[in-house]
């Protein structure tokens, strides 16, 4: 076998492992937000939303940009790799030390005293994670992200199983604290099993310095990005209160679920192949848009669907209590089906090596992003969704689009079959809703028939290079 047949092999093994592993974490995932939001109150989500903010931003900074080099690099000495190591712990460290400095001002801040505590408490899983960065992203680095996959599955089903029964003793927020600090206590202990390394008590900075020059544009293009990602949720939870925030918070993270469910895994089992064939423009192509184009296939009609049954979802899962976070569900829906395309494009600005421009891009959506939450203030948090949905069709996807067409394999018109199964899905699917609006069955199966129908009638514009053995091995599922 070749060396690229056997590559491709690797990378189909680990995108079907992966897909099925983020499968079963996204239906736990799912059944446990179910819970949660069902018996906590919009103020529990609305504390959280805040502590992860900030730890979410303090979570950039303990890896320094450098965990993508290691997926991404050639040759990495074992210096090299214990330099890596211990500058995360002592970025760890301090950062550990500085949240507990600020807790008490973002409490004050936010006139919200059992922040601080919160805060804190998140800080274990915080400092648990970053243990593992290391060895997890050589694990990624070795094509072992099936291994990562089942490792995430099994500790998801542990962490959320003790959540679910906890919720006998106390329904608040400690519930998904708790959650999160079984997850990072499990994850940590089986990468170590998996990956026994132990790091040499070496330091040189000057060994690692190309993967900080790398690494420092990623930082930055992160920091802005999670920046202008989450001001909605400090001018929200500060301007319109806690309680508000965690309506919008509910509508933010139940929307991003499947989409990060699908993305995140197939990223992170797609990068080093494409790392691999960057300079194979035929073969990079194909494992980009015969990727890509999997996700729209999935997700648009899902989505079209999602905007429909909205009411009756949030009904008739969580009640009458979170009737504002449909409005901002839906208006949310509409900027996803942009960025289900556009999230993808880190894939190949990483795997390129244009870290620049990964900066240069982050600095500009982030303005606009900024720009976008502010300015619609003055019309509330439905103005606020509405103003960053039109910029970011009118600004931010002509943008990126021609930043990463202007260099590289990939170029506009390599666009067009994906452009044309994703007006196909949505025409399909409003089409049908609209022929089948009076048929006599609950929404849940209405929306899955539906569902089922668009996905057959849309799989022939998958590509070509798409094996039909692959499409007949679909067409029993649907």
């Known amino acids: 076998m070749s060396y690229s047949s056997k590559l491709a092999s690797t990378t189909i093994g680990n995108i079907k492992i992966s897909m099925l592993s983020q499968f079963l974490r996204f239906v736990i995932q799912i059944i446990g937000n179910l819970v949660f939001t069902h018996?906590?109150?919009?103020?529990?989500?609305?504390?959280?939303?805040?502590?992860?903010?900030?730890?979410?931003?303090?979570?950039?900074?303990?890896?320094?940009?450098?965990?993508?080099?290691i997926i991404q690099f050639g040759r990495i000495s074992k210096i090299?790799?214990?330099?890596?190591?211990?500058?995360?712990?002592?970025?760890?460290?301090?950062?550990?030390?500085?949240?507990?400095?600020?807790?008490?001002?973002?409490?004050?801040?936010?006139q919200q005293?059992?922040?601080?505590?919160?805060?804190?408490l998140l800080i274990i899983p915080f400092c648990l994670n970053s243990l593992g960065m290391v060895h997890e992203a050589f694990l990624r680095r070795y094509l072992?992200?099936?291994?990562?996959?089942?490792?995430?599955?099994?500790?998801?089903?542990?962490?959320?199983?003790?959540?679910?029964?906890?919720?006998y003793f106390f329904k608040n927020y400690y519930i998904i604290i708790l959650q999160q600090i079984v997850f990072a206590a499990i994850n940590l202990l089986f990468i170590f099993i998996y990956y026994r390394w132990v790091p040499a008590f070496v330091f040189e900075l000057k060994r690692i310095s190309s993967f900080y020059k790398f690494g420092i544009d990623v930082l930055g293009s992160n920091i802005l990005n999670f920046s202008s990602r989450n001001i909605d949720n400090i001018l929200i939870g500060k301007a319109f209160g806690i309680s508000i925030l965690g309506q919008y918070n509910r509508a933010y993270s139940l929307l991003t679920l499947p989409l990060n469910q699908i993305n995140n895994p197939i990223g992170n089992a797609l990068l080093p192949t494409l790392s691999r064939?960057?300079?194979i423009g035929e073969s990079y192509r194909k494992v980009y848009f015969g990727t890509v184009t999997s996700i729209v296939f999935i997700l648009y009609p899902a989505f079209v669907l999602g905007f429909y049954f909205a009411q009756d979802l949030f009904d008739f899962f969580f009640g009458d209590k979170w009737d504002l976070s449909v409005v901002y569900f839906k208006i949310l829906i509409i900027n996803s089906f942009m960025q289900i395309i556009t999230n993808t494009f880190g894939w190949l600005f990483v795997s390129q090596g244009r870290s620049k421009d990964i900066f240069h891009w982050t600095l500009i959506?982030?303005?606009i992003n900024i720009v976008a939450f502010v300015s619609g203030m003055n019309w509330g948090i439905t103005g606020m969704i509405w103003l960053y949905t039109i910029l970011g069709y009118a600004l931010k996807a002509p943008i990126i689009t021609w930043m990463?067409?202007?260099?590289?394999?990939?170029?506009?018109?390599?666009?067009?079959?994906?452009?044309?199964l994703a007006i196909a899905s949505i025409i399909?699917?409003?089409?049908?809703?609209?022929?089948?609006e009076k048929l006599s069955l609950n929404f849940l199966m209405k929306a899955g028939a539906i569902y089922l129908i668009v996905l057959i009638i849309t799989l022939p514009l998958l590509p070509h290079y798409i094996s039909n053995k692959l499409k007949n091995k679909l067409y029993p599922f649907i």
């Not at 018996?39 to 900074?61: C, S």
């Not at 712990?89 to 001002?105: E, H, K």
């Not at 067409?405 to 390599?414: H, M, N, R, V």
């Not at 399909?428 to 089948?436: A, D, Q």
Request: charged share 10%; net charge positive.
């Open 113 to 120: 005293g059992e922040l601080f505590k919160i805060i804190c």
């Open 365 to 367: 959506g982030s303005s």
């Open 277 to 279: 064939v960057k300079d």
């Open 144 to 167: 072992r992200i099936a291994l990562v996959a089942r490792i995430q599955l099994f500790s998801i089903v542990v962490s959320y199983s003790m959540a679910l029964i906890s919720l």
């Open 428 to 436: 399909t699917t409003i089409s049908l809703l609209f022929l089948l």
């Open 404 to 420: 990463l067409c202007k260099a590289g394999p990939i170029q506009l018109k390599d666009f067009k079959q994906l452009f044309v």
């Open 39 to 69: 018996f906590l109150l919009p103020e529990d989500f609305g504390h959280i939303a805040v502590a992860q903010t900030v730890i979410g931003l303090l979570n950039i900074f303990k890896d320094m940009g450098l965990m993508q080099p």
């Open 80 to 110: 090299q790799k214990s330099s890596i190591f211990w500058l995360n712990i002592v970025v760890t460290t301090i950062l550990s030390i500085l949240l507990v400095l600020i807790a008490p001002i973002i409490a004050t801040f936010f």
